[in-house]
């Protein structure tokens, strides 16, 4: 069973950067589907990005197109979140999702992972 452990949140300005990572153990997810998704206070989970087992296949939200870069290290078992030119409102705690189904498209639902990591906080304005 893959156990997935997100690192990476801090403290940032409005317009600022920031790296999530997700480290998976127990198992290579190099044939995985990855994900990450978001959840604000009150609010429901919502998709950011996918990416396919070989990377060459990402999803992402409508509303981080362009600011925010997916990207994987199969080699390290390491999924990355690029996240620029942050806004207000994106602090939430960002969760990284593993859809086990062996070489899978880059899905945006969440009941398409079965896999979760706890999650890490993601941007907080300063």
């Known amino acids: 069973q893959v156990q997935l452990v997100e690192s990476g949140g801090g403290l940032v300005q409005t317009g600022g950067s920031l790296r999530l990572s997700c480290t998976a153990s127990g198992r290579t997810v190099s044939n995985y589907a990855m994900g990450w998704f978001r959840q604000a206070p009150g609010k429901e989970r919502e998709f950011v990005a996918a990416?396919?087992?070989?990377?060459?296949?990402?999803s992402y939200a409508d509303s981080v197109k362009g600011r925010f870069t997916i990207s994987r290290d199969n080699a390290k078992n390491t999924v990355l979140l690029q996240m620029n030119s942050l806004r207000p409102g994106e602090t939430a705690t960002y969760y990284c999702?593993?859809?086990?189904?062996?070489?899978?498209?880059?899905?945006?639902?969440?009941?398409?992972?079965?896999?979760w990591g706890q999650g890490t906080q993601g941007p907080v304005s300063s």
């Open positions: 990416i396919n087992y070989s990377g060459d296949w990402k």
């Open positions: 999702a593993a859809d086990s189904r062996v070489f899978g498209p880059p899905f945006t639902n969440p009941v398409s992972y079965d896999a």
